[in-house]
Nanobody, 125 residues
Framework: QVQVVESGGDLVQAGGSLRLSCTAS????????MGWFRQVPGKEREGVSC????????IYADSVKGRFTISRDNAKKTVYLQMNSLKPEDTAMYYC??????????????????WGQGTQVTVSS
C-alpha cells in the first residue's frame, strides 16, 4: 500500500522560512517525480513545484520562483520544499504527490497518482 506523508507545516510570520518534508512508502521512490501542491478553501489546487525522479529537473510556479526550493533524497525516500521569504498569500494546505513520469516534470495535478493528506502552512502578516 502506497503512503505519502507530509510534515513541517506550521504558523510563521511573514518573511520567515519553513521546510516541508514528504516521505513515500510502498512504491519505488526513485521511479517517481514528486510534486508539491497547495490549496486554499474555496479555490482550486495550485501546483507549486515538481522534481524529476533523478533530481535533475525542477519546475516552479511563478508565484514561488526565487523563494521556494524543491529537493529530494532518494536514499531516504523523502522530498523537501524549502520555503523562504514567506508571504501571507502562501497560506494554504500543502500536499505532496507522486507522478510516474519517464522524463521531465509537471505541476498538473492530473498527472499525479498518489497524494498525501496535507500539512497546513499559515503565514501571519
Amino acid at each position: 500500500q502506497v503512503q505519502v506523508v507530509e510534515s513541517g507545516g506550521d504558523l510563521v510570520q511573514a518573511g520567515g522560512s519553513l521546510r516541508l518534508s514528504c516521505t513515500a512508502s510502498g512504491l519505488t521512490f526513485d521511479d517517481y517525480a514528486m510534486g508539491w501542491f497547495r490549496q486554499v478553501p474555496g479555490k482550486e489546487r495550485e501546483g507549486v513545484s515538481c522534481i524529476s525522479w533523478s533530481g535533475g529537473s525542477t519546475i516552479y510556479a511563478d508565484s514561488v520562483k526565487g523563494r521556494f526550493t524543491i529537493s529530494r533524497d532518494n536514499a531516504k525516500k523523502t522530498v523537501y520544499l524549502q520555503m523562504n521569504s514567506l508571504k501571507p498569500e502562501d497560506t494554504a494546505m500543502y500536499y505532496c504527490a507522486a507522478a510516474l513520469l519517464e522524463t521531465g516534470v509537471t505541476i498538473k495535478s492530473a498527472d499525479f497518482r498518489y497524494w498525501g493528506q496535507g500539512t497546513q502552512v499559515t503565514v501571519s502578516s
